[in-house]
Every structure is written in C-alpha cells, then in structure tokens.
C-alpha cells in the first residue's frame, strides 16, 4: 500500500485552490494544502503544523488549524477521526476507506468496490437512512513496505 500512489483522484496542487473551491487563496492555506497533497499520510494538525513551519517559520498552530478548518469547510479536505485519537486530515475525495497500521500506526486509503450496497452488508431498519458511513480497518501489513 502507498499513500502516495493509491489514490485514483486527480492531480490538484495548492496553486488550483481557488478554481476548485472559490475558497480565497493565501499563503498560508496553500502551504498547509501543498503539505497535505505532497505526503498523503493522513496527518494530524501537528504534524501539518510541523512541516509547514519549514517553508513559513513564523506560522502559528492556531493559524494551521483555522487553515484545516477552512479547507474541510470548503470540500478540499476530509477531516478523518479514529477512536480518540487526534483528528488527520485526507486530501483524497474520491470514495474510499481507511486502513491503519495496528504496528506502526500508519494510516492507508483503501478503495471500496464499485457497485458494492451496504445494504447486503449490514441489516439496518426499513426507515433509516444512512447519510455518511465511514469505513475504517484495523490490522497488520505481513509483508514489508517499501
């Protein structure tokens, strides 16, 4: 599995920002877009925060986390929680789940077939309707990544 390679969405860079969302371009969004579209690993606010700093020393934490906010505010970036643990941050739109890492604690999108119904998968009750469902699998990777 490669964060980096799985996805089957379309290339978007930090500089299409305000075509693809109208969303008002700054320095400081672009560079937290850029970071999440470069690494694709699913990482937290922190983490972003971290690697931003190296291109914009002066960016705050507040400032990272207003910049995440606005891009899952505008269909940019999906916001992915697992269990208690801190929020990560997806750039991948395209319909899929998540894998994780129980060993290292990396995190993997995984895609969902084409055509698969929840509805063979689970019994819900006749009058619910699902609005979100959000896959996410835990486990090991028994063959060493390169």
């Keep these: 599995m490669n ?3 799985d996805s089957k969405q379309a290339v978007r860079t930090a500089s299409t920002l305000p075509v693809i969302s109208g969303l008002r371009l700054t320095k400081q969004r672009q560079e937290v877009y850029q970071v999440l579209l470069e690494q694709r690993d699913h990482p937290t606010a922190n983490e972003v925060y971290q ?28 916001q992915v929680n697992f269990e208690r643990s801190s929020s990560r941050f997806c750039p991948n739109l395209v319909e899929h789940g ?5 060993r290292t604690g990396r995190i993997y999108d995984i895609t969902i077939k084409e055509g698969v119904d929840l509805k063979e998968f ?6 619910v309707c699902v609005e979100e469902a959000q896959i996410t699998l835990r486990g090991s990777i028994t063959t060493p990544q390169g």
């Design 122 to 127: 689970i019994n819900l009750p006749d009058d």
């Design 3 to 5: 964060p980096k390679t």
């Design 51 to 78: 690697r931003v700093r190296k291109k914009l020393p002066s960016i705050s934490l507040a400032t990272v986390y207003n910049c995440l906010e606005a891009l899952v505010n505008h269909g940019l970036v999906n």
């Design 98 to 102: 998540h894998f994780q890492d129980t």
